[in-house]
């Protein structure tokens, strides 16, 4: 017998990410290739008719687990017996806006989201926001659902995916080893270009990647600042912001934490206290998911560089907290 349909609900799917996303989570790469899925498209009124085309063309795809769509700009619909919410629509930031700006108009938005999850999603939703601030916004989605309740906390997310396989890409380039071969990658903090990508644990079949590229300087001065700022020159190259390999990152996220990881994974969690990061901050942290949970990875010596490394990036998630607070109370 087919397994029940797991409901899945997509903000900004008119978006250039929804153009990327929807396919493949209808054609199984999210859920599993035996899980049929109900899309549940959200975006804003005036893009209910792009959504409607992309409806056309999921539909023209005759994808066999694709079990039911409906498209709405009501975030109360969307979210009804949701079993995965993929909060991708955001507001974008416009000529003269300041960060703090950014993170007001995004505010807005995700209190009334988190709200719409907690009361009208599955109790055990798992929430993935990939909208920027994505961090913040997952924090600020969090919060108003916890003044719900109904919900489980620690399942709002903020995706720091991309950034894990940006890091594991460049390494691979350094090393001269496959990509599939690299295991412990782990970048702690904000998706921001102040994101710290840690290969210190790293291993390739069985070596240390670290001891492989033994250059300091490098890391320092080249990967750092090319992971942190790869969206950034992705922008500059292409005019957009990355689509494709956002989306593949959301998958992968997803697929991790429903149906496991055998590696570590770099998840922007709710912090439970660990590795001295205030409880309730959403930061990447290395975590391992096994039937259906995430698990932060505990223990790891964390030395001096990279001490200096997460503080700059969790003042970044404090400021950020901070400049939304009131919007919180
Ligand atoms: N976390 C990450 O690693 C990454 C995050 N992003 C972020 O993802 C977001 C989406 O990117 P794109 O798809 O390229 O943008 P886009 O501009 O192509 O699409 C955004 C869509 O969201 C919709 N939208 C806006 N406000 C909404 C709301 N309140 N409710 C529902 N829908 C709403 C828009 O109408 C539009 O269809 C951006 O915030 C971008 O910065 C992009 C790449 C990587
Ligand atoms: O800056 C953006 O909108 C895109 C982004 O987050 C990334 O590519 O990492």
Same mark, same amino acid.
């Given at each position: 017998m087919s397994k029940a349909p797991m409901r899945v609900a997509v903000t900004g799917a008119a978006g250039q990410i929804g153009y990327s996303l929807l396919f493949r989570i209808a054609s199984g790469e999210m859920l599993g290739k035996d899980q049929p899925v109900i899309l549940q498209l959200l975006d804003l009124p005036q893009a209910q008719k792009a959504v409607k085309g992309v409806m056309m063309e999921l539909e023209d795809c /005759?994808?066999? @687990?694709? /079990?039911g769509m409906i498209a709405t700009d009501d975030p109360n619909v969307a979210f009804k017996d949701a079993d995965v919410c993929l909060l991708v629509g955001a507001r974008p930031r416009g000529p003269g806006m300041e960060r703090a700006d950014l993170l007001t108009a995004n505010g807005a938005i995700f209190t009334v989201q988190g709200k719409a999850i907690a009361e009208n999603a599955k109790e055990d939703v798992r929430v993935l926001v990939v909208g920027n601030p994505c961090n913040t916004n997952a924090y600020i989605a969090r919060a108003a659902a916890i003044k719900v309740g109904r919900t489980n906390p620690n399942n709002y997310h903020g995706m720091l995916r991309l950034d894990h396989n940006r890091a594991l890409s460049q390494l691979a380039a350094k090393s001269g080893?496959?990509?599939? #071969?690299?295991?412990k990658m782990v970048v702690w903090g904000?998706?921001?270009?102040?994101m710290y990508a840690d290969y210190r644990f790293c291993e390739s079949n069985g070596d240390s990647v670290k001891a492989l590229i033994n250059d300091h300087a490098w890391n320092n001065d080249v990967f750092l600042p090319t992971v942190g700022k790869r969206g950034a020159a992705i922008i500059e190259a292409r005019? @957009?912001? #990355?689509?494709a390999s956002a989306a593949n990152a959301a998958i992968d996220h997803v697929h991790d934490w429903v149906l496991g990881s055998n590696d570590w994974v770099t998840m922007g969690v709710p912090s439970d206290g660990s590795y001295g990061i205030p409880e309730g901050v959403v930061f990447g942290f290395p975590c391992e998911c096994k039937g259906g949970q995430f698990k932060i990875i505990q223990g790891l010596e964390i030395d001096e560089y990279s001490k200096g490394k997460i503080a700059i990036t969790l003042k970044e998630l404090e400021d950020e907290r901070a400049a939304v607070a009131d919007m919180l109370k």
């Open positions: /005759a994808f066999p @687990l694709l /079990a080893r496959e990509v599939s #071969s690299l295991k904000n998706h921001s270009p102040s005019g @957009l912001s #990355s689509a």
